[in-house]
């Protein structure tokens, strides 16, 4: 027993539920239980299917709650394009097609503009400072307020912290060099691009590799180097710049079938809270923990050049993004207080790290 | 329904999991259940019952039990002093007078120095990085094998973030102003500033103000502004330092008796295991987002005095702690393996924050 347990403590997780295959039960006394309602449910996501980090957080999701439920939560977990298309994840929760979705928010932009907020906002938050406006500042209110219409319940599931600016077919020596720059990157940060003088391109993950090596884009941006070199992005670009401005901690999002939701009994209900709660936890330690050495996989044995950004490309891209952000909330009233919410955790949550995430890191 | 929805949905947690008062459960759909087995542990915490953020979180991690296990696993929460006091809180659960503890590992230095490694270091990893070291690094492997021979389960379960330098009645101007300075300090922190001259003093967080208040301590450590504000420290001390040199993120930590561990079904420990990350995520947002208000509260409200260590005193600490942090890890070989998985992870991780986190919030 002693050794089964040991066993059992040496993989990632007590029950390998985070990071590690699935594991035998651990510990005894499982119980007979009385047949209960099984809800067997499809979660089909806007990723590659197992794309490491982004596609393996829901499938470790639906392993947790399997687990936890005793079976009476069974989640089929699809990759993008398997049931549906990975911008039609959204329309297709909304519309019962499936009962639970995970991608971000910036993908759902063409129909509802503001909702790139609850994913990543240029210059904007990072990870830390997401899940404090969204958990004690009021954000997932106001989420779910912006999706309620839609038959959606909006979870934070995963947050890649900073990403990298992207990988670039053109140096990025001056601001003349964005003019004309045809480049994959969505959400707010694909529009201040537009405004400064560059033409963004909306493309899922599964696509970005082909567009890059035909030459129908000049650069990209998805991630960071862990996922980065699982897209193999290294092979079909010339440099690799930081930092990544346009998404400083991205939240990817779970969504539920709102008649999915309210027909699951409370302790349900519950488990699907926590365990988002917790893979939203997982997905950035994994990514923290695993991006440095796909980095310097990258750097040393493909040979791939990182470049910072210059100055005052930084500074222009500020700017624009400060204008294209305050234009988005004038669409209407929902949009303004999401706007207006945001900001003023930014600047509350900004002085504090000015003293202390920040001081610290730069004192160290 | 709708309107019932709607309500639960305006709560910071959809079922008042997170942030709220319990509340009813939402959702229909109850299932009639066989009678089961009921476990009714005890939970004791080294914390001031129901402390703000440190001794509300295990609170909140209770009542998550039981909805998820639909009372099947019923914890009660006690704080420091109500069962055993707060620097007991290891053998009691070690000894299984309590199934379960909250506090941090290093209030059990004095018992395992190198434990204080799984909470933080001086000049070492903060919370996001600290995440994933433990749970992609190996940390939790480690931590596991620290705690196997007292009978004990380690669970990583919440994070305050960078902390403050602490509350002192005397200027710190100068290296010399360490010299006989008597603070509040635990861990390893505690053992840089005696090397540095000055006399650290263990309290549990219940004794902290009398002794600052008494001048039996010239200045004490705690945690932020919002859980300094919750202990008034600002009405027995005149300046409030940063930054948190010694404790740049934490880790509080969960521990459960293996003999109680052990008797759980799989369901009920998978419950404890992703319930713990949640409430990781959950502490770390919530001081995230309060210690600002908070500070404003003390600065303007209470005139507190805000000020930076000076340049040449961190410096000094920054050796100091090098030093001290080496030698914790001759103790034996597994704190040398414990010490050389901190630190690889801290150099790797350190070089991509250079280029994404750090890079990211001084260019933004």
Redesign the interface.
Known sequence: ?LKT??TS??C????G???CAPAE??????????P??VYRWKLITTWPKNLPGLGTAPERLAE?LK????GRLDIKVYGAGELVGAFEVFDAVSQGTAEMGHGAAYYWRGKIPIAAMFATVP??M????M???????GG??LW??LY?PFGL?P?ASGNT????AGWFNKEINSLADLQGLKMRIPGLGGEVLQRAGGTPVALPGGEVFTALQTGAIDATEWV??YNDLALALHTVAKYYY????HE?GPTLESIVN?DA???????L???I???T??I???M??????????A?RTLVDEHGVE?R?LPDDV?AEL?TVSAEVVAEAAAENELAQRIYDSYMS?LE??R???E??????????
């Open positions: 027993m347990l040991r403590l040496l990632l997780g007590l029950l539920l985070f990071g039960p651990a510990g005894g006394g499982a119980e007979a239980q009385a209960q309602k947790q687990v936890m439920s005793n210059f904007g990072n990870a830390q400072e899940n404090g406006w969204l958990h004690y500042g997932m209110d779910r307020e309620e319940v979870l912290g900073v990403q990298m960071g180097p930081y930092p990544g401005w400083p709102k939701w309210d027909s699951l009994p409370a302790d209900q519950a488990m809270e926590v365990a709660r917790a939203n936890d997982d950035l330690s994994e990514f923290t923990a695993r991006n440095n050495a980095l990182l910072a930084i500020r955790f509350d949550v002085a504090y790290h003293i202390s995430e920040q001081a610290y890191i730069n004192a160290r």
